[in-house]
């Protein structure tokens, strides 16, 4: 059931524990769900409850902690022998008395690790205020590392594999994206397009089935255009409105997500305009982008392009992609913006999102990238263009601007 | 845009200052989208980044904190005046430089509330022990105090509108499960039978869309019956193995669950056996329900119903849900387990999922249900049995066995 060869997942222990060398980590301890499943090969929806994947410098296997009733998908999903996968009992579940972080600790101390220097992931989503509370008051003579992002930086450049695994996610993404756009009519209901897409999405393709992507697809419409994280509802498309899809195609957890703006009917003059300077602005880019640029310098090639025109950008135009779990596909390490010195190299993935919100309507027209060894390419095969449906013909899309 | 009357909102926020007063906290910092949700109607797909709401003791109206490009939603969605949303920079996402509860940290001190009493949600998926070491660092004055649950125990009663809606999301929960259920065939990916369960939780009925579940749709078949956090792969189901699904119907972000087992062809012996078990000791529970039992003595119901039969099961029996945003539809405060002394009450509403998992089979059979002045009542109407599918009959369900 792994999703790659043993000898790709030693290799990233091995860069992993290269990195915890660097850190002065004798002790790392992984709650970040993508960086477990990165590590082990870990896939299951049970990171709601607590629980990790430790990496000990000296020791050839990880530890695989968690639910009791978790512990058959560790066995079915690692690469993990049976006696490092360590259950604890389930009254330790979401409970006011015991904490996962108090038996997680305990096991520390048995094998011999509690006075040693422990790296954890501070601002992972999955490693509250209180399991660090917990693991300190269990673990006092342990000395504790910050090693938020250290995994995320091993995974910033892809293995040949992870890219073949994009590549699927990106046909996949492609497919939503057509199905979806052609679903996204006057007088149907944002829930029954969004629905659409995530059949789509999940689904896949005849030849590779779909996995759930980290976030799900965004897709405000009218004026909501202008506040880009809000779901769809049970209201209807109506007739000269935009609506913004933002998805993505997801593989054994690895995305490719990618935005497209749709019109209902004729765009408004504002969408008419500001069209062409996005995908003009982003062609410049994906023109631009070359190993040992850093992803500042990616950045200001967007922001002059903008600048012709008279307009800034606030947010950042990208981010690295690939592996992960709800509630972000981002990796948290690379970001395209003003002042980020990440020099870019071949196998680095990103997802170049250069919209713009205003503040009663908004534009985004994106494309996820893989750096090659001379420039880059894109992973999807979607016109990079505004999407005009035409009311009066229900088969087909309608003209184009791009 | 609102989900609920304004005085709704403001008879939760006047008992969470009652629970606040009760704790001494001055200043209640919530990072819980779901207790975002309840208390402002904030709705929307940026909880991967930090954000927050404050409750100040004497102030009438909550700060909403967020990043800049989410503000628009939250003016979209939440009854907060303008005034109070409060936008912070975008360099400060993700940033190594950057903290967001560095910016937090700055306003409370500017508005004068640098040294009072402050709670946070010290297990809250989205408070990292980085967001508590940044905020502490920023306001040395302040006097911290754990207040993890406090919202979470207000919702734990349900207004008649909040039930309402838990309606009408079982209405989907059962059309998914239908349909669901009826895509589970030998020789379909698991894929496909998860995209059709996704598009029938999004489109929802005629009447009233579905929103997204806080948990995906978990459907393992075979062997891994016995490993219930699986996700689905684009394998096929095979002739006489069986699938557990474990959905939910969601409106307007309340979660009605529901889980069945489906057997492809003849259940093996094992199922057989197992089935009436579990009905009858589900149908035990809900006969036994009654306000002013503790949580434990409705488990003991169910822990004596299996006892009959020799088994003892480890995990718990059920839970409070109802609103929720990823990664748990679950509540996180009363869970019916041994040991569990919260009262049931009246418009208290739960998840009962007596399954039993074994090493390489498993079954679950769920119903959730609202307490009501005598007893309970159930949400959904889907027969409460295994259902069984007949190979030869693609048309309907086969027979059944409760």
Redesign the interface.
Known sequence: MLSFDIVEYQDRLSKTKQRMAESGIDVLLITDPANMNYLSGY??????VHQMLVIIIDEPQPLWIGR???A??AR??TWIYDDNIIPY???Y????TY?PMDFIGEILKQIGHGNRYVG?E????????????RLQRSLPNAIFK?A??LVNYVRIIKSDQEIEYMKRAAEIADKAMTEGAKSIRTGV????A???I???????TKE?????PA??P?LPAG??T?????????RTFKEGESVIVELAGCYKRYHVPLARTVSLGKPSNKLQEITPIVVNGLNEVLDSVKPGMTCGEVESVWRNSLKKHGIEK???LG?SVGLNY???W?E?TA?I???DSTIIKPNMTFHLIPAL?F?DYGIEISESFRVTEKGCETFCDYPRELIIQDPFDMNRHGGRIS
Chains 1, 2 share one sequence.
């Open positions: 896939d299951a929806w049970s990171f709601y009791y009733q978790d058959n998908g079915a999903t009992p389930d009254y579940v979401q409970s006011e904490h954890v501070k601002d992972n989503y999955y490693f509250t205020a209180k399991a660090y509370e910050d938020d992002l209901r944002e829930c029954d969004a629905a659409t995530y059949y789509e999405v999940v689904s896949g590779h089935g779909g996995d759930y976030i799900v965004l004026e909501n202008g506040a880009p994280h809000l779901t769809w509802s049970d606030e947010a950042r981010y709800p509630p972000d981002g948290h970001s913006r003003r002042g919100w503040d």
